[in-house]
C-alpha cells in the first residue's frame, strides 16, 4: 500500500477510534506532557495537608499566599518568628509542602487550594525539586503554567515571582547552574503587568558566590538568619503589591 493510502487510512482510523469514544484527545494530548506541567497529587501526609490548605481558605480572610515547597513550608518552622512578625497581620496563608515540584503546586491548584478567595497578592518561589529530573526550560514551563493558572483563576491577585532560590556550596553546584538557567527563563513572565518578577538569590551568597551554612544549614534549606533575609528581601515589593506600608527590619536582625 502507497505511504500516502496508510497515512489516511491512520488518520480515518484514529479519528473513528476517537469518535467511538475509545481514547479521548485529551488523554493523547496528556501523554505527551513532561513531567514538570502534568498534574499530580501525592499520598499520605502531603493530601492530609493539602486538605488542611482547603479548609483554610473556605473560612475566608485571605489576602496574601505563599505558595512553594519545604522552603515555604519552613515559615512554620524556623522562619516562624519572621513569619509572625511580617505576615501575622496580612491574613497570610502559606500554602507550602515539602518535596512538592511545580507539578503538585499545579494539581493543588486545581483541586482547592485557591478556591473560593481573592488575595491581594501571591508569592510564588518553586522550582529547585525539579532540578535533579527535569531541564531549565521544562521547569519554566512548569512555573510559568502555576501562573497562568493564578492569572486565571484569581485575576485580581497581584502575583510576586520569585527566582528559584540558590543552592549548593559553590557556582558550579549542577543543581545551582539548573536554577539559574529557569531564572532567566521565568523572568520573562514579569511582562504580565499583574506579575512581578523578583531575584533575591544574591542576598543569600557571599561576595564569591559561595552559600554559608549559617545562611542554609544544609546548603538548601534557610536558618531563621536566612528567613529573615526573605522578609526583608521581598518586604518593600510585597508592601506595594498588598498596598500597604512596609514593615520594619526583623526583630531578629541581620545576620
Same mark, same amino acid.
Given at each position: 500500500?502507497?505511504?500516502?493510502?496508510?497515512?489516511?487510512?491512520?488518520?480515518?482510523? =484514529?479519528?473513528?477510534?476517537?469518535?467511538? !469514544? *475509545?481514547?479521548?484527545?485529551?488523554?493523547?494530548?496528556?501523554?505527551?506532557?513532561?513531567?514538570?506541567?502534568?498534574?499530580?497529587?501525592?499520598?499520605? !501526609?502531603?493530601? &492530609?495537608?493539602?486538605?488542611? @490548605?482547603?479548609?483554610?481558605?473556605?473560612?475566608?480572610?485571605?489576602?496574601?499566599? @505563599?505558595?512553594?515547597?519545604?522552603?515555604?513550608?519552613?515559615?512554620?518552622?524556623?522562619? +516562624? #518568628?519572621?513569619?509572625?512578625? @511580617?505576615? !501575622?497581620?496580612?491574613?497570610?496563608?502559606?500554602?507550602?509542602?515539602?518535596?512538592?515540584?511545580? +507539578?503538585?503546586? %499545579?494539581?493543588? *491548584?486545581?483541586?482547592?487550594?485557591?478556591?473560593?478567595?481573592?488575595?491581594?497578592?501571591?508569592?510564588? =518561589?518553586?522550582?529547585?525539586?525539579?532540578?535533579?529530573?527535569?531541564?531549565?526550560?521544562?521547569?519554566?514551563?512548569?512555573?510559568?503554567?502555576?501562573?497562568?493558572?493564578?492569572?486565571?483563576?484569581?485575576?485580581?491577585?497581584?502575583?510576586? *515571582?520569585?527566582?528559584? @532560590?540558590?543552592?549548593?556550596?559553590?557556582?558550579?553546584?549542577?543543581?545551582? +547552574?539548573?536554577?539559574?538557567?529557569?531564572?532567566?527563563?521565568?523572568?520573562?513572565?514579569?511582562?504580565?503587568?499583574?506579575?512581578?518578577?523578583?531575584?533575591?538569590? $544574591? #542576598?543569600?551568597?557571599?561576595?564569591? !558566590?559561595? %552559600?554559608?551554612?549559617?545562611? =542554609?544549614?544544609? %546548603?538548601?534549606?534557610?536558618? $531563621?538568619?536566612?528567613?529573615?533575609?526573605?522578609?526583608?528581601?521581598?518586604?518593600?515589593?510585597?508592601?506595594? %503589591?498588598?498596598?500597604?506600608?512596609?514593615?520594619?527590619?526583623?526583630?531578629?536582625? &541581620?545576620?
Amino acid at each position: 500500500m502507497p505511504a500516502v493510502c496508510r497515512s489516511l487510512c491512520s488518520a480515518a482510523v =484514529m479519528a473513528a477510534v476517537v469518535c467511538l !469514544g *475509545l481514547i479521548s484527545v485529551s488523554a493523547a494530548e496528556e501523554a505527551e506532557l513532561h513531567s514538570a506541567i502534568k498534574p499530580e497529587s501525592r499520598p499520605g !501526609g502531603w493530601m &492530609t495537608r493539602h486538605e488542611s @490548605f482547603n479548609k483554610r481558605v473556605k473560612e475566608g480572610n485571605v489576602d496574601l499566599l @505563599f505558595i512553594g515547597d519545604s522552603i515555604t513550608q519552613g515559615w512554620e518552622g524556623s522562619g +516562624q #518568628k519572621v513569619w509572625s512578625e @511580617f505576615y !501575622g497581620d496580612r491574613n497570610a496563608v502559606n500554602l507550602g509542602i515539602g518535596g512538592d515540584r511545580t +507539578q503538585h503546586v %499545579l494539581w493543588r *491548584l486545581d483541586n482547592g487550594n485557591i478556591e473560593g478567595i481573592s488575595p491581594k497578592a501571591a508569592v510564588i =518561589m518553586i522550582g529547585t525539586n525539579n532540578s535533579r529530573d527535569n531541564t531549565p526550560e521544562q521547569i519554566a514551563d512548569g512555573v510559568t503554567r502555576i501562573v497562568q493558572k493564578l492569572r486565571k483563576q484569581l485575576p485580581k491577585t497581584k502575583i510576586l *515571582l520569585l527566582a528559584v @532560590f540558590p543552592r549548593g556550596e559553590s557556582p558550579t553546584d549542577a543543581r545551582r +547552574q539548573v536554577n539559574e538557567k529557569t531564572n532567566a527563563i521565568i523572568e520573562k513572565l514579569s511582562k504580565d503587568d499583574m506579575v512581578t518578577y523578583l531575584d533575591i538569590g $544574591p #542576598k543569600f551568597l557571599a561576595e564569591d !558566590g559561595t %552559600l554559608s551554612r549559617k545562611i =542554609m544549614p544544609d %546548603l538548601l534549606h534557610l536558618s $531563621p538568619a536566612g528567613y529573615v533575609i526573605w522578609a526583608e528581601s521581598i518586604e518593600p515589593e510585597l508592601a506595594k %503589591l498588598l498596598g500597604d506600608t512596609p514593615k520594619v527590619k526583623a526583630a531578629a536582625g &541581620t545576620p
